[in-house]
C-alpha cells in the first residue's frame, strides 16, 4: 500500500473551515484514498473515500488532485467535536479486504 | 450503518493470566476481520489479518502463540492475549469487512483498553 505524509497537527477556530492535506505520491491506479478519524480511546470512524473524482457526504469534502498525489480532507463547519486525529490512508479496493495501514496522521484541534 | 461491536470495552488483569476479546459484526457477514494495537501516543499498527475459516495471518513481529485469533463466524473473531504481561497493556481494536456490509468496506470496533497489573 502507498505511504501517505500528513502534518502532524493543525488547529481550526469553531465554525471555519478545516482543510486536513494529504500526500499520496506513490499512489497506484487502483488504489483508493480513505479518511478515518478517531476520537480519544475510540476506535476509528469512517469519514469518506474516494479514487478520483472530488467526493462529499454529510460529513465532509474530499479533493483528489487531477494527478492523485495528494488530497484535501474539508469539514466545512468545524466543530468542537471535531477535534480527533485524522488518517489519510491509501489501499486497494474498496471491499476485498485489504488491509488498512494507519500512518501517524494529523490531531485536529478545534479552538472555541 | 453497519456496526461492529467490540467486548469489553476494558479490562484489568493480573500477569500471568489470558484475557478474551470479542468483536461482532451485528449486521453483516465479516468475511475478514482484522486486529490492530495502539499504545499511547501511538498510531494503530495491524497485527493479523483473519479469514472466517481459516488461520489468521500475522504481522511481523507479532506472536502467534501470544494472540490466538479464532475467526470460526461470519460475525465474530476473538483475541485471546495469553499469558499476558504488563507490556502487553494497550488498546486493542477489531475492524471487520464483508459481505452486506457499507461501500466503503473496513468498520472498526470501538475498542478494548487491556491493563496487566
Known amino acids: 500500500d502507498a505511504k501517505t505524509t500528513q502534518p502532524p497537527s493543525m488547529d481550526c477556530a469553531e465554525g471555519r473551515a478545516a482543510n486536513l492535506p494529504c500526500n499520496h505520491s506513490?499512489?497506484?491506479?487502483?488504489?483508493?484514498v480513505y479518511w478515518y478519524r478517531q476520537i480519544h480511546s475510540q476506535g476509528p470512524q469512517y469519514i469518506i473515500h474516494?479514487?478520483?473524482n472530488n467526493e462529499t457526504n454529510e460529513m465532509a469534502s474530499l479533493i483528489i488532485t487531477e494527478d492523485r498525489k495528494s488530497s484535501t480532507l474539508i469539514l466545512p463547519h468545524a466543530t468542537l467535536r471535531d477535534t480527533a486525529v485524522y488518517y489519510c490512508?491509501?489501499?486497494?479496493?474498496?471491499?476485498?479486504?485489504?488491509?488498512?495501514?494507519f500512518g501517524e496522521g494529523t490531531q485536529l484541534t478545534v479552538n472555541p | 450503518g453497519a456496526v461492529v461491536s467490540q467486548h469489553p470495552s476494558w479490562v484489568i488483569c493480573k500477569s500471568g493470566t489470558s484475557v478474551k476479546i470479542e468483536c461482532r459484526s451485528l449486521?453483516?457477514?465479516?468475511?475478514?476481520m482484522f486486529w490492530y494495537r495502539q499504545f499511547p501516543k501511538q498510531s494503530l499498527m495491524l497485527m493479523a489479518t483473519?479469514?472466517?475459516?481459516?488461520?489468521?495471518?500475522?504481522e511481523q513481529g507479532v506472536e502467534k502463540d501470544k494472540f490466538l485469533i479464532n475467526h470460526a463466524s461470519l460475525t465474530l473473531s476473538t483475541l485471546t492475549v495469553t499469558s499476558a504481561h504488563p507490556e502487553d497493556s494497550s488498546f486493542y481494536i477489531c475492524?471487520?469487512?464483508?459481505?452486506?456490509?457499507?461501500?466503503?468496506?473496513?468498520?472498526f470496533g470501538s475498542g478494548t483498553r487491556l491493563t496487566v497489573v
Open positions: 475492524s471487520a469487512v464483508g459481505q452486506g456490509g457499507p461501500n466503503y468496506g473496513y468498520t
Open positions: 506513490t499512489i497506484s491506479g487502483n488504489e483508493y
Open positions: 474516494g479514487l478520483k
Open positions: 490512508i491509501v489501499s486497494s479496493e474498496e471491499t476485498s479486504g485489504s488491509r488498512l495501514t
Open positions: 449486521d453483516f457477514q465479516a468475511t475478514t
Open positions: 483473519s479469514n472466517e475459516g481459516s488461520k489468521a495471518t500475522y
